[in-house]
């Protein structure tokens, strides 16, 4: 008994110090989400694009193609999108104050009003809150992971209030998340053993995480048998009645389920644990904990198979009989006896071993674990630190055994560490969801350290004990300036284009004019040398344009998306009408299939790659350009732009596509040499290629080879 005692101790306090790790690590990230959400959109710059948006959205006559045109949305589109890619946000949804969907990167929820009817966060937000949903099924396609776009994705959203100069709400700002990525990779350091694993779940026991036993669901008809399927908001915490594992597919399916013993508990508001045993969703007894978090209106809980569990035990109890059979026959059979000791002293040991296993894996847990883990007692003393926490610090755990926790913090703020540990011991709060603090922190080599903080009570042998999980902010803090830096280097760099160098410019054209105006005899060499003086001027203006437009396509990523190439076209022939008119020119596209990327670069490639078409035409032959689309093997695109022009000698093929490269004289052709240069850096941020192949006095004919969008890779004729 004292064996079978010591092992459920055991087993209670792994349990507990599991679903603390984890809940606690939970709360630090969605603190670290709402942060950096926080930090995006209350950014002057995307504060006031996202306020004039919402106000040009509010005309009674707003459809989604006309919201979708929005400049101030346009421009959301290419700043605030890639910086949110780049914090793992997929997608950003602007809201009315009635919930109408009036903004978003991925076009397709503009203009919508059905987000609201799957989540609440909106009408939370809209009050004035921070908040983190729940997951949910989306109503529109989304990119997976690997890029391919998916119906019917689970998705979840971190929700922000948006308000004016005067500090009223205006409207929400909401920032995607894929829940199938860090939210449930997250729970993954749950896993201990072969079936220890970590699950949330909302107020009807649905499963809000992913499953570490989809081969068992699959087996049981509970989840499709796909490569992609997940036991994600497709499971509910159900007891089976019978084991699903060993009986994949029972003959009374149709028997009304309830929920688990623990699902039943949580779901009620109660936190508790069971070590004697109780049947998961998949109908294999367990033994687990569990908490439910009103703060999110989910529960959590950690379970693992009750035969590993107690697989120490169920040695120890197969020890005992053996002893036992030996005790009964030990007069006749002392020799017998005498001869089977040492194999009952090995069993002995290795049920001890595996106790002893059982405690090394929660020790290998906390070990590699990402975050410090430092465990102090009612005096400040250090009691523990894990590897994790040694490598912030710089010091051994032999260095800090035993010092008091202020030789880890600056002086400035030891006292209200000092408050803050005494109200946790105080108190002896329990809750796992903890409080935490930024606080500087202080290494070894006396450098200084910005540093997240979260404190946790805890009661073990040794007495009351509090657990803080510390993370390193440093790269957070440095990206944050950096992100300061690039976008006061971007607007220097504008201010200078616009200003400093196109003004004097200006003045140059406008006295020549003057001069004109004051000199009308003007004549011969000096009427010329004052017309070459003003065009120069006019060039090198243009020069500057198509430099800052060259710049612009910056190698950040874009908001790639799934483009209709015929209507990027239509696009390129209403900017080009003018001189489609006046050249009489004809554009024959022969297939018009879907593309993937940015769409204002690729209006941009293919607006340059006809316009070139259409200025380097035979004299009194109207041109005559073709845009042809095929499907490689390889799942691109290949089109190609032939035209009936001049063409050149193919030796420039290379050269054409550098900066400020020209075949031909300005007087023979206007352009500045910067169109096709613009081109291949859009094809390389496109990860494309782009290729020419030409013959003078024949006509010319570009090749680009563009990503296919996979959900939709046939040609409409």
Not at 307 to 332: C, D, H, M, Q, R
Not at 409 to 425: G, R, T, V
Not at 635 to 660: R, S, V
Request: aromatic residues 8%; hydrophobic residues 40%.
């Amino acid at each position: 008994m004292v064996v079978k005692d010591k092992i459920q101790q055991n087993i209670s306090h792994s349990l507990q110090s599991l679903l603390d790790a984890n809940i606690s690590s939970l709360n630090l990230w969605i603190k670290e989400k709402k942060i950096d959400a926080e930090i995006l959109v209350t950014q002057p710059q995307f504060r006031e694009k996202i306020l004039s948006h919402i106000n040009y959205s509010s005309k009674s006559t707003a459809s989604p193609e006309y919201l979708k045109n929005s400049p101030d949305l346009i421009w959301l589109q290419k700043h605030l999108g890639p910086i949110c890619k780049k914090y793992d946000f997929i997608d950003f949804i602007l809201f009315d104050k009635s919930g109408l969907q009036v903004g978003a990167l991925l076009g397709a929820a503009i203009g919508k009003k059905d987000i609201i009817e799957s989540s609440d966060f909106f009408y939370r937000s809209i009050k004035g809150e921070t908040v983190i949903s729940h997951p949910f099924l989306s109503n529109i396609p989304l990119p997976d992971s690997n890029g391919k776009w998916r119906n019917n994705s689970p998705t979840m959203f971190l929700s922000i209030p948006v308000k004016n100069d005067q500090g009223e709400i205006m409207g929400v700002v909401a920032l995607r998340v894929r829940p199938e990525g860090e939210f449930s990779n997250l729970l993954k350091a749950g896993r201990y053993g072969e079936s220890g694993e970590t699950y949330i779940f909302d107020r009807k026991g649905l499963l809000l995480s992913d499953s570490r036993f989809h081969d068992n669901l699959k087996n049981a008809g509970l989840i499709p048998n796909r490569p992609d399927s997940r036991a994600l908001l497709n499971i509910y915490i159900l007891d089976p009645i019978v084991n699903l594992v060993e009986t994949p597919n029972p003959e009374d399916t149709d028997k009304p389920k309830e929920l688990t013993l623990m699902a039943k508990s949580a779901t009620t508001g109660n936190w508790g644990m069971n070590i004697q045993g109780y049947n998961d969703y998949r109908g294999v007894p367990v033994v687990g904990m569990w908490q439910w978090l009103p703060k999110y209106s989910w529960g959590i809980t950690t379970e693992i198979d009750k035969a590993e569990a107690y697989k120490p035990l169920e040695a120890l109890i197969n020890w005992v009989s053996v002893l036992f059979g030996f005790l009964v026959f030990s007069t006749i059979f002392m020799v017998i006896l005498s001869q089977r000791k040492s194999l009952i002293e090995k069993k002995h040991s290795s049920a001890l071993q595996s106790i002893k296993a059982t405690d090394e894996r929660l020790r290998s847990l906390v070990n590699h674990v990402g975050d410090g883990i430092i465990t102090i007692d009612e005096s400040g003393s250090v009691e523990s630190i894990n590897p994790a926490g040694e490598k912030i610090f710089g010091y051994s755990e032999e260095e800090l055994l035993g010092k008091n926790i202020n030789i880890l913090i600056p002086q400035s703020e030891q006292k209200e560490m000092a408050s803050y540990l005494q109200n946790i011991f105080k108190l002896q709060e329990k809750n796992p969801a903890g409080v935490y603090r930024e606080l500087i922190g202080i290494k070894k080599d006396d450098s200084s350290i910005y540093l997240e903080w979260g404190f946790s009570f805890m009661q073990s042998e040794k007495g009351p004990l509090t657990t803080c999980i510390v993370r390193d902010i440093s790269e957070r803090k440095e990206c944050l300036l950096e992100l300061q830096r690039s976008n006061q280097a971007l607007q220097d760099f504008a201010a200078i284009a616009s200003h400093d160098l196109k003004e004097p410019l200006r003045k140059i054209v406008m006295f020549g004019d003057r001069l004109k105006a004051l000199l009308p005899d003007l004549k011969g060499k000096e009427l010329h040398y004052m017309t070459r003086m003003q065009s120069a001027a006019e060039r090198m203006n243009g020069f500057i344009l198509d430099l800052l437009q060259f710049s612009m396509v910056t190698d950040e990523k874009r908001n790639h998306q799934a483009i209709d190439f015929a209507s990027v076209i239509e696009q390129v022939k209403e900017n080009l009408e003018s001189r489609i008119y006046k050249s009489k020119g004809k554009i024959i596209i022969k297939n018009t299939p879907q593309i993937e990327g940015d769409l204002m670069q690729l209006q941009q490639l293919f607006q340059n790659l006809i316009g070139n078409a259409l200025k380097y035409c035979k004299k009194e032959v109207p041109p005559q350009i073709t845009l042809d689309c095929r499907l490689l093997e390889s799942d691109q695109w290949e089109i190609t732009i032939e035209d009936n022009g001049i063409g050149f000698d193919e030796k420039y093929a290379e050269k054409i596509f550098k900066p400020f490269e020209r075949l031909h004289g300005k007087s023979e052709f206007e352009g500045t040499g910067m169109g096709l240069a613009i081109c291949k850096k859009i094809m390389d941020m496109h990860n494309g290629k782009i290729k020419v192949n030409s013959q003078l006095g024949v006509g010319t004919k570009f090749t680009l080879i563009l990503p296919a969008v996979v959900s939709n890779q046939k040609i409409n004729q």
